[in-house]
T-cell receptor, first 115, second 114 residues
Framework: SAVISQKPSRDICQRGTSLTIQCQVDSQVTMMFWYRQQPGQSLTLIATANQGSEATYESGFVIDKFPISRPNLTFSTLTVSNMSPEDSSIYLC????????????FGPGTRLLVL | GENVEQHPSTLSVQEGDSAVIKCTYSDSASNYFPWYKQELGKRPQLIIDIRSNVGEKKDQRIAVTLNKTAKHFSLHITETQPEDSAVYFCAAGEPRNSGYSTLTFGKGTMLLVS
């Protein structure tokens, strides 16, 4: 499976600021996905990022709050904007195993604490 | 949208016993059902998956069964070992346009093997 890295691995931020999280894959992938995992909770899909098109957001998540870029087939960023303490979570990217392959592999996650 | 229910939320077993975790889903269009294991502070790791054209799949001590009619699927771990202790998540994959699927996760089961 692909090797996936995320930066930063963790951060502590002040409310009202923004943080951009990077996801890098060592091979070209079709789809990249961004999830949020609140403390002790399950994973919730934020959006799906396809190169060359706007990200597709799930219900409850909006582009103004979570802008996403996908400039090429190995990289994506998620920005958490105008942060509040409720945004404290682990943010994970995942990639699919190939076109028409539903298998997803996860990056190590970014632990975000908003004060 | 899809809704996935997972039970139990915690499961304690003795080493060597079997463990069973059950999930139900709501959307009959879902056709892919993976299971992930997440150890504390680590990323979710895919341990086994099943697609809707298969009723059962085994990989050593792990097996997954799927009943599409009843919309439920289960994870079976035999001969449990302390290293099996983790949180297990089931998920249902819904096909979307453009040839990809999105995953909806259950709330997770904390398995403790002692």
């Amino acid at each position: 499976s692909a090797v996936i890295s995320q930066k930063p691995s963790r951060d502590i931020c002040q409310r009202g600021t923004s943080l951009t999280i990077q996801c890098q894959v060592d091979s070209q992938v079709t789809m990249m996905f961004w999830y949020r995992q609140q403390p002790g909770q399950s994973l919730t899909l934020i959006a799906t990022a396809n190169q060359g098109s706007e990200a597709t957001y799930e219900s409850g998540f909006v582009i103004d709050k979570f802008p996403i870029s996908r400039p090429n087939l190995t990289f994506s960023t998620l920005t958490v904007s105008n942060m509040s303490p409720e945004d404290s979570s682990i943010y994970l990217c995942s990639v699919d195993a190939g076109l028409f392959d539903e298998t997803q592999y996860f990056g190590p996650g970014t632990r975000l604490l908003v004060l | 949208g899809e809704n996935v229910e997972q039970h139990p939320s915690t499961l304690s077993v003795q080493e060597g016993d079997s463990a069973v975790i059950k999930c139900t889903y709501s959307d009959s269009a879902s056709n892919y059902f993976p299971w992930y294991k997440q150890e504390l502070g680590k990323r979710p790791q895919l341990i086994i998956d099943i697609r809707s054209n298969v009723g059962e799949k085994k990989d050593q001590r792990i097996a997954v069964t799927l009943n599409k009619t009843a919309k439920h699927f289960s994870l079976h771990i035999t001969e449990t070992q302390p290293e099996d202790s983790a949180v297990y998540f089931c998920a249902a994959g819904e096909p979307r346009n453009s040839g990809y699927s999105t995953l909806t996760f259950g709330k997770g089961t904390m398995l403790l093997v002692s």
